[in-house]
């Protein structure tokens, strides 16, 4: 039951992969600690460099001699105007003015083309292949079919996410050996890219077995999943293992900040909402006051990455204050179970607990 053809193609012991959180959550320890300890690290490198991503692979090279993956955001096109990002500006600088930052305006926001974000990508995935990474995962869309058959030429395994249905069929007819199944509760951007975002918003438990009844590639269970029991209760409904984020985040070797840390060891589960007014794209965490005085702004603000570069300076300095109010701190909805531990305990928890139902069933 937990040694099944996810684990032999990934070479892993245990079905549990540690969710690619972008943003530096996923450090190199991170990472190495969750593949040492028999699970799947994954390298959330959505936000950096070619370079970047080079360091990375080769530092966590040195902490682990076992498989690890790298997750990448698909481009998506977008248009933006001089007008969106003034008018985003407007709202946004009654909020600058609280953390004392300067006002800005259309002009001293630099807008990044499709075209240079492409590029980037492309740079991405020739260090995922020079550098042999054995795993590739993506968010955000599928890859095209030519990017898919390169992957696979070098022997690295696709993974990809899916949030419906009707997404895990696509994932499947584009060549993925495995899919990522997301459910509403999980923490974090929503990764839709079919449907629209309310209709994306499936329940894990419904999703599993109404994805594992339509394809054929392994499917993973993602979203509020924490211990032993959501890894039986994902693999009894038909997925071969699970993806596990807020779990991983407040791990001693995460990279979240502390203040992120503490506020998901402080919250209940009916404090995350669902927000675009971090990044321009849904995603899931704990109410503040930055998502409470964005509210009613939601349908103006521009599309994802846009809005992510303007929100930028005020996350940033934030998070310098140690203010959670102005922070995005993703978090699913399973906060109460999160846990301040290391990865090693982490995992021995959730597999001794995992066992112990087996047994029992």
Not at 6 to 23: C, D, N, R
């Amino acid at each position: 039951m937990l040694n099944n053809e996810l684990t032999k193609l990934l070479k892993i012991e245990f079905p549990i992969i540690q969710a690619p959180m972008a943003g530096g959550v996923t450090t190199s320890k991170l990472v190495a600690e969750v593949s040492n300890s028999c699970g799947l690290g994954m390298i959330g490198a959505g936000y950096m460099t070619p370079l970047q991503i080079r360091a990375q692979i080769r530092e966590i090279k040195e902490l682990t001699l076992n498989p690890f993956g790298v997750n990448l955001f698909v481009p998506n096109k977008y248009e933006v105007s001089e007008d969106d990002i003034n008018s985003a500006n407007q709202i946004l600088n009654p909020i600058r003015e609280q953390l004392n930052l300067p006002q800005k305006d259309s002009n001293e926001i630099p807008t990044t083309t499709f075209k240079t974000i492409f590029e980037t990508f492309m740079e991405q995935l020739k260090i995922v292949i020079e550098e042999q990474v054995p795993i590739c995962s993506f968010t955000f869309g599928i890859p095209s079919k030519e990017v898919i058959a390169e992957l696979k030429q070098a022997n690295i395994i696709v993974i990809g996410t899916a949030t419906t249905v009707r997404e895990a069929v696509e994932n499947e007819k584009a060549g993925m050996d495995i899919v990522v199944v997301q459910g509403s509760e999980a923490g974090g951007h929503r990764g839709n890219f079919i449907n629209s975002h309310q209709e994306s918003l499936v329940g894990l438990m419904s999703l599993i077995p109404q994805v594992s009844d339509s394809i054929s590639i392994p499917v993973v269970a993602a979203g509020g999943i924490m211990d032993g029991r959501g890894l039986v209760a994902s693999i009894c409904l038909g997925a071969k293992g699970v993806q596990m984020g807020t779990a991983f985040l407040t791990c001693v070797e995460s990279g979240a900040h502390k203040v992120h840390k503490d506020a998901i060891l402080s919250a209940n589960e009916d404090q995350t909402v669902l927000t675009r007014s971090f990044s321009g794209k849904w995603a899931r965490g704990i109410q503040n006051q930055f998502i409470s005085e964005m509210r009613n702004h939601e349908t103006l603000i521009p599309d994802f990455p846009v809005q992510n570069t303007l929100t930028q300076d005020i996350r940033k300095t934030s998070a310098a204050q140690n203010n959670k109010e102005f922070m995005s701190l993703w978090s699913g909805q399973s906060p109460r179970l999160a846990k301040d531990v290391s990865v090693e305990l982490l995992m021995k928890k959730i597999m001794a607990e995992a066992k112990s139902i087996i047994f029992d069933i």
